[in-house]
Nanobody
Framework: VQLQASGGGLVQAGGSLRLVCAAS????????IGWFRQAPGKEREFVAV????????QYADSVKGRFAISRDPAENTVYLQMNDLKPEDTAVYYCTTKRLPVATPFSFFESEYNDWGQGTQVTVSS
C-alpha cells in the first residue's frame, strides 16, 4: 500500500490544521494506521494510532486532548485533526501502517511499522 500525507502548513500558535493520509491499495481490517512526527535534530516520535477494525485510538501524552485521529474506510483515508497547536508541534508528520494478520495491541515504535508516506511539514509560529 502507498500512503500520501497532506494538509501541513504554517499556522500560528493556538491554530488548527487537519492532516490527511490517503492510502492507495487495500487496508485490511486488523491493520493499525499511525501518525509519527520528526522535529529537526530529533528522532521520529509516535503521535497517534487508530485500529482500522474497531476504531480504537491512542495518543501520545503530548497531544492528548488536542489532536484527534479518525478514519474513513469508504475513502481509505485517515485524518489527524490538530487543535491548539504549539510551537513544539513543529515537525514533519508521517502516516504509516502496521500490517497485522490478527488483532494485537498498539505499538508506539516506528520500527514496528511497515509502510510510510512521504511526510507533510507542519510549522507553528509563536
Amino acid at each position: 500500500v502507498q500512503l500520501q500525507a497532506s494538509g501541513g502548513g504554517l499556522v500560528q500558535a493556538g491554530g488548527s490544521l487537519r492532516l490527511v493520509c490517503a492510502a492507495s491499495g487495500d487496508i485490511f481490517s486488523n491493520w493499525h494506521i499511525g501518525w509519527f512526527r520528526q522535529a529537526p535534530g530529533k528522532e521520529r516520535e509516535f503521535v497517534a494510532v487508530i485500529s482500522w477494525r474497531n476504531n480504537k485510538k491512542q495518543y501520545a501524552d503530548s497531544v492528548k486532548g488536542r489532536f484527534a485521529i479518525s478514519r474513513d474506510p469508504a475513502e481509505n483515508t485517515v485524518y489527524l485533526q490538530m487543535n491548539d497547536l504549539k510551537p513544539e508541534d513543529t515537525a514533519v508528520y508521517y502516516c504509516t501502517t502496521k500490517r497485522l494478520p490478527v488483532a494485537t495491541p498498539f505499538s508506539f515504535f516506528e520500527s514496528e511499522y511497515n509502510d510510510w508516506g512521504q511526510g507533510t511539514q507542519v510549522t507553528v509560529s509563536s
